[in-house]
């Protein structure tokens, strides 16, 4: 079993959809959470860290369920510059800072 | 440019030749990292420095593969005897001590045919 797994898609929305994305992992000593981002052919770009509380960013929300080990991303009002590939990553902290992937889950917002 | 300086970009080599690669963290950074990533998966890890010393490496991480970052700046990624399925997109990352400002350079694409 992966350490942390998604939904690879791909997902194709129109824009002014609003997409969700989950992912499970697999470690219940993870510690910290993050949705990254990657452009085709780019590297991996923070979108934003998950916390348990749950947390918003604009059109982004990340929530974090630990009993579950579970994490989502939403996008609302998806826009044509949301197509990427969403990571969820997760950090074991007292692994000195690796962070582990997810596969990644592509978005492709159609006008 | 104070990001992550990965070099070379793209890099093409025949099967059984040995490449390497080089990274330059963000200078403050003292935690260096190298991650590989095929198509169609998200980056895995390979090893990480601690300033000079090298901490951790993951069973990916075979014995063609070494790693170094000799003064804890920068670190080079050397890869003997290639193998086709070497093929991959190689990340360097750096971040300071802790979990924030996890930053990634562009990567070395490597081919080999």
């Known amino acids: 079993r992966k350490e942390v797994e998604q939904d690879p898609g791909p997902f194709n929305v129109p824009e002014g959809a609003t997409v969700a994305f989950n992912c499970t992992y697999s470690?219940?000593?993870?510690?910290?959470f993050f949705w990254y981002r990657q452009d085709c052919r780019k590297e991996p770009k923070l979108l934003m860290s998950v916390y348990s509380s749950g947390n918003e960013d604009g059109r982004f929300t990340a929530q974090l369920n630990r009993a579950s080990q579970y994490i989502s991303l939403l996008i609302r009002d998806s826009k044509l510059s949301d197509s990427a590939t969403y990571l969820c990553?997760?950090?074991?902290?007292?692994?000195?800072?690796?962070?582990?992937f997810g596969q990644g889950t592509e978005l492709s917002v159609k006008p | 440019d104070t990001g992550v300086s990965q070099n070379p970009r793209h890099k093409i080599t025949k099967r059984g030749q040995n490449v390497t690669f080089r990274c330059d963290p963000i200078s403050e950074h003292n935690r260096l990292y190298w991650y590989r990533q095929t198509l169609g998966q998200g980056p895995e890890f390979l090893t990480y420095f601690q300033n000079e010393a090298q901490l951790e490496k993951s069973r990916l991480l075979s014995d063609r593969f070494s790693a170094e970052r000799p003064k804890g700046s920068f670190s080079t990624l050397e890869i003997q005897r290639t193998e086709q399925g070497d093929s991959a997109m190689y990340l360097c990352?750096?971040?300071?001590?802790?979990?924030?400002?996890?930053?990634f350079g562009s990567g070395t694409r490597l081919t080999v045919v």
């Open positions: 990352a750096s971040s300071p001590t802790g979990n924030y400002g996890y930053t």
């Open positions: 990553v997760v950090n074991m902290n007292n692994q000195g800072g690796k962070l582990i």
């Open positions: 470690n219940s000593a993870s510690q910290s």
